[in-house]
């Protein structure tokens, strides 16, 4: 439970200000969707969600991979 709050906390911290900076700069609903042409999300609040989930997925996984290179090498 320890090593998950340690990768949880700090992923969730990085991806909110990863959010407040991103859409500081871009408008969730100028951004297009590649495949259909279509806004990103219905409305700016379905946008500022999507993009945080996928802010917090992104740092998580770095974090993850941090505490796995960080054991040492077995013998």
Request: net charge positive.
């Given at each position: 439970m320890h090593k998950l709050v340690?990768?949880?906390?700090?992923?969730f911290v990085t991806a909110g200000m990863a959010t407040i900076?991103?859409?500081t700069l871009f408008d969730p609903l100028?951004?297009?969707n590649d495949w259909g042409?279509?806004?990103a999300g219905d409305?700016?609040?379905?946008?500022?969600?999507?993009?945080?989930?996928?802010f917090w997925?992104?740092?998580?996984?770095s974090c993850l991979l941090t505490?796995?290179?960080q054991k040492p090498p077995s013998r």
């Open positions: 340690l990768v949880l906390w700090p992923s900076v991103f859409f100028e951004l297009v042409g279509r806004p409305t700016r609040l379905q946008a500022y969600s999507i993009g945080f989930f996928l997925l992104l740092t998580a996984l505490c796995y290179f």
